[in-house]
């Protein structure tokens, strides 16, 4: 799976948009973007994934770039509870009925304010 | 959505003893299922993947006389410490795919070896 690089850490005010950012300039054809987060002592939960359109639903948006070669998760209302890690992860999907492995990098770890 | 689910969600135990993790997916069937442990302030790292009915396939690194994976039936997978130590103590998380390709987490169990 390609790699990807993530800042460290950001910043937010709660009710402000979160944008996290992600690269992953050697993505190849059949690898999906996906994103996840981590609370505090909690398994990682599962936020959205794309491959080249940008994505939409209830928890995110995921903004991928024309070459692909990086993305934006975008959290539109931050919330206290959105504080987390949030992992961005490449991985090819997986034939049917088969399940390719995630390969967690060190994410970015979001702190919201108020 | 999927929902996964460990127990114990966390255990004490003395050193040299062993330790069972079970893992279940409790509505839907999961061919594959992946451990991960995860180190205080460290990212996941995958230990192992656990197929049903076969083998389970394991990292480099990773000792499968220590760690043994079962993965009997299409909703369980367990994961069991042998004689553990108090360098095993960690937090261990499993993931199962859902029907769309994407793979959801447990909550994690905590083990404290004394």
């Known amino acids: 799976d390609a790699k990807t690089t993530q800042p460290p850490s950001m910043d937010c005010a709660e009710g402000r948009a979160a944008n996290l950012p992600c690269n992953h300039s050697?993505?190849?054809?059949?690898?999906?973007v996906y994103w996840y987060r981590q609370i505090h002592s909690q398994g990682p939960q599962y936020i959205i994934h794309?491959?080249?359109n940008n994505e939409t639903n209830e928890m995110a948006s995921l903004i991928i770039t024309e070459d692909r070669k990086s993305s934006t998760l975008i959290l539109p209302h931050a919330t206290l509870r959105d504080t987390a890690v949030y992992y961005c992860?490449?991985?090819?999907?997986?034939?049917?009925?088969?399940?390719?492995?995630?390969?967690f990098g060190t994410g970015t770890r979001l702190q919201v304010t108020l | 959505g999927a929902v996964v689910s460990q127990h114990p969600s966390w255990v004490i135990c003395k050193s040299g003893t062993s330790v069972k993790i079970e893992c279940r997916s409790l509505?839907?069937?999961?061919?594959?299922m992946f451990w991960y442990r995860q180190f205080p302030k460290q990212s996941l790292m995958l230990m192992a993947t656990?197929?049903?009915?076969?083998?389970?396939?394991?990292e480099q690194g990773v000792e499968k006389d220590k760690f043994l994976i079962n993965h009997a039936s299409l909703t369980l997978s367990t994961l069991t410490v042998t004689s553990a130590h108090p360098e095993d103590s960690s937090f261990y998380i499993c993931?199962?795919?859902?029907?769309?390709?994407?793979?959801?987490f447990g909550e994690g169990s905590r083990l404290t070896v004394l």
């Open positions: 993931s199962a795919r859902g029907v769309a390709g994407e793979l959801f």
């Open positions: 050697t993505i190849s054809g059949n690898e999906y």
């Open positions: 794309g491959l080249k």
């Open positions: 992860i490449v991985r090819a999907r997986g034939l049917a009925g088969t399940a390719s492995k995630l390969t």
């Open positions: 509505d839907f069937q999961a061919t594959t």
């Open positions: 656990s197929n049903e009915g076969s083998k389970a396939t394991y």
